[in-house]
């Protein structure tokens, strides 16, 4: 069991509290979520007294706050089925977060196929439909105007909600990722799609807003309440749509630019080479240190090659070398979203670049590839 210390550094290091694991998948609830949930349970205990005017003030309150986490566990059901789909096309996620205005699915790596894009989306609804399906035969079969039957038919109705909203065409809801795996497919361009959906998700806030204030100018019972609650869903709209717009323009390759553009031309040096004679040889290059018996130990590290020349300029250049791995080698021919996407994935500010047959044709810096992103 976990110590209240142990349990703090957790809530403040991912901004919730750990629930449990989903497929290694960490689910936490934010503390957000208990705001969100105290407002659905305030809004609608009052509801419940006029749908069912024999239950008491304290049982209306009790119903209202069944419902609230019947609500909780559907938005969890859903995500849910992002995070799943996603592991299963091997996508890996990061974290399933369940906050004020319900929850996402944070996956490290963004789909490279239109196709995976348009499943992982559609997964959400696909759960949302299915609960409200269930729930809903399961309320016909009840008799109607008891408390178990309200609770079960405004779940029905809550999933039915949730898919319909989460289907509208913009970003960032799924039904904007959908409409832009379908650009995508047919244009072969994410960035077409992703624009769209934008677009899309503007029109959304814009109508959401209209919808609000139209229940204002017919004085509505709940005209204020729904205001406050499409204001704060409109902007959360926004705000994902424009972070989607962002992140697009981060992972595109400027056209015209190629990777030989970028990258500095490669030296080979002997590991054992002093680091001071091998620090001034990177001036304007990327230095692969190779071992007697031809095997690469690593990229001269320029800023850590400076402290070591300081203290021991004869030794050896191996002790500044990064590390080559897997994941720091790119092929000079593949496309230049999958370099953006590879480089801004992984922890490194250097990379290998190698051709068709596997020899170092140059060294590719993050901070060039970035300056180059943020010129266009």
């Known amino acids: 069991m976990a110590t209240t210390g142990s349990?703090?550094?957790?809530?403040?290091?991912?901004?919730?509290?750990?629930?449990?694991?989903a497929a290694g998948v960490p689910v936490l609830l934010a503390p957000s979520w208990w705001l969100g949930s105290a407002a659905i349970v305030l809004i609608y205990t009052p509801l419940v007294g006029r749908l069912l005017p024999e239950v008491?003030?304290?049982?209306?309150?009790?119903?209202?706050?069944?419902?609230?986490?019947?609500?909780?566990?559907?938005?969890?059901?859903?995500?849910?089925?992002?995070?799943?789909?996603?592991?299963?096309?091997?996508?890996?996620?990061?974290?399933?977060?369940?906050?004020?205005?319900?929850?996402?699915?944070?996956?490290?790596?963004?789909?490279?196929?239109?196709?995976?894009?348009?499943?992982v989306a559609a997964a959400g609804p696909v759960v949302s439909v299915g609960l409200a399906a269930a729930f809903g035969v399961a309320a016909m079969v009840m008799e109607p105007g008891t408390p178990l039957w309200l609770i079960i038919a405004q779940t029905a109705f809550a999933n039915a909600a949730v898919a319909v909203f989460n289907l509208?065409?913009?970003?960032p809801l799924d039904g904007g990722r959908i409409l832009r795996a379908g650009i995508w497919a047919i244009t072969g361009r994410r960035a077409a799609?992703?624009?769209?959906?934008?677009?899309?998700?503007?029109?959304?806030?814009?109508?959401?807003?209209?919808?609000?204030?139209?229940?204002?100018?017919?004085?509505?019972?709940?005209?204020?309440?729904?205001f406050g609650v499409c204001v704060l869903t409109a902007w959360f709209v926004i705000a994902g749509?424009?972070?989607?717009?962002?992140?697009?323009?981060?992972?595109?390759?400027?056209?015209?630019?190629?990777?030989?553009?970028?990258?500095?031309?490669?030296l080979q040096l002997p590991a054992e080479s002093p680091v001071s004679g091998a620090l001034t040889a990177s001036a304007g290059r990327g230095v692969v240190l190779v071992r007697a018996d031809g095997v690469a130990v690593g990229l001269l590290d320029q800023d850590m090659a400076r402290r070591l020349s300081t203290r021991s300029p004869q030794a050896p250049a191996e002790q500044a070398a990064d590390p080559i791995r897997p994941e720091t080698v790119?092929?000079?021919?593949?496309?230049?979203?999958?370099?953006?996407?590879?480089?801004?994935?992984?922890?490194?500010?250097?990379?290998?670049?190698?051709d068709m047959d596997g020899r170092p044709s140059g060294v590719l810096r993050r901070e060039d590839l970035k300056a180059a992103l943020d010129r266009r």
Do not use: C, Y
């Open 7 to 21: 349990w703090r550094r957790q809530v403040d290091r991912d901004g919730g509290v750990l629930l449990f694991r």
């Open 56 to 119: 008491a003030a304290l049982n209306a309150f009790l119903i209202a706050a069944t419902f609230t986490l019947f609500l909780g566990l559907s938005v969890l059901a859903h995500e849910l089925g992002h995070s799943l789909t996603a592991i299963r096309l091997g996508l890996p996620v990061r974290r399933l977060r369940l906050f004020l205005l319900g929850g996402v699915s944070e996956m490290m790596r963004t789909p490279t196929k239109p196709g995976h894009e348009g499943l």
């Open 168 to 171: 509208l065409p913009g970003l």
């Open 193 to 226: 799609g992703t624009r769209a959906a934008v677009l899309g998700g503007g029109v959304v806030a814009v109508s959401l807003v209209a919808w609000a204030l139209w229940g204002v100018g017919r004085g509505d019972d709940d005209a204020w309440v729904r």
């Open 241 to 266: 749509a424009r972070g989607e717009l962002s992140a697009e323009r981060r992972r595109t390759w400027p056209e015209g630019l190629t990777l030989a553009q970028l990258v500095q031309p490669v």
């Open 330 to 354: 790119l092929l000079a021919d593949e496309p230049g979203e999958e370099i953006v996407e590879r480089v801004q994935a992984t922890a490194a500010w250097q990379f290998l670049v190698v």
